[in-house]
């Protein structure tokens, strides 16, 4: 469901009765007269549909997490603000940039529209940058030939399947995080895709080592062992950003987890 379609289809219709209303029927009615229907069910929503469509189009944005691919950072049931405009303004539905601000950085949690399936939103860790070279091999991160220190962490226990993982945290850019790795799962990546620019990709039993290309950003889930991203299905091109993960604003099932981000 695109929402953000609906949106701004339920805009331009109360904004035209809204208009309508004001222009011309406002002044023929009698001063005490009630609303007719159509103000009272379709023009009167136009202030709140217009408040919310400029806060959700131009500023942030409500997730919620589906899945495990960005634990320990994210879990399931998380909800997130995502803040549309650090990587600049873009017009709603088409999402076309129309103001530059920032880049994306190493290290940023970044929602975007996954490139299989633009209907869907991903989220995943912006790893690496237009023009690098990534290397995941034997289950060790390489960017631009230098190994990236993976520092050994408390083993992470997920408690609704009762085992535990291997954690460790690194740093990619100015972010520190932690990451998952299941020793028992292996290195290579199984059935990956046949995506644009996949020759910049070499698969082996180790892993894949690509060239991010102009444009385009590669993207890795923190749960490693437990994340189908950009070492299976390519690149992100840069028109397909929504925006930058930056705050946990819920959780119903563990309410500690409120402002939280990792």
């Known amino acids: 469901m695109n929402f953000a379609l609906i949106l701004f289809v339920l805009l331009l219709i109360t ?29 009167s929503f136009f202030p709140v549909i217009l ?9 942030f944005e409500p997730f919620k997490i589906p899945s495990g691919s ?17 990587y600049g303004i873009r017009l709603p539905v088409i999402n ?47 960017i631009n030939g230098q190994a990236v220190d993976a520092n050994k962490q408390a083993d992470f226990e997920h408690k609704e399947r009762l085992y535990f993982s291997d954690q460790f945290s690194e740093k990619l850019g100015e972010v520190e995080h932690r990451f998952l790795n299941d020793k028992d799962a ?42 189908r991203d950009s070492r299976a299905w390519g690149f992100v091109p840069e028109e397909n950003i929504v925006g930058r993960a930056f705050f946990i604003w819920l959780n119903l099932s563990d309410l500690s987890r409120i402002g939280s981000f990792r």
């Open 51 to 59: 408040i919310v469509f400029v806060l959700r189009s131009f500023l």
């Open 186 to 227: 292996p290195a290579f990546i199984p059935d990956p895709a046949h995506f644009p620019h996949r020759e910049n990709c070499t698969y082996n039993a180790a892993g894949v080592v690509c060239k991010v290309p102009a444009g385009h950003y590669f993207m890795m889930g923190d749960n490693r062992d437990n994340s």
């Open 96 to 142: 076309k940039k129309i103001i530059s601000i920032n880049d994306p950085q190493r290290g940023d949690v970044m929602v975007f529209r996954y490139p299989e399936d633009p209907s869907l939103d991903y989220i995943k860790r912006v790893v690496g940058l237009p023009g690098d070279t990534i290397a995941y091999q034997n289950k060790r991160l390489t």
């Open 15 to 43: 904004g035209a009765l809204y208009a309508v209303d004001v222009l011309k029927c406002r002044k023929l009615r009698a001063r005490n007269a009630p609303e007719p229907l159509w103000v009272e069910w379709g023009a």
């Open 70 to 86: 960005m634990i320990p950072t994210l879990l399931v049931g998380d909800f997130i603000l995502v803040n549309k405009f650090t």
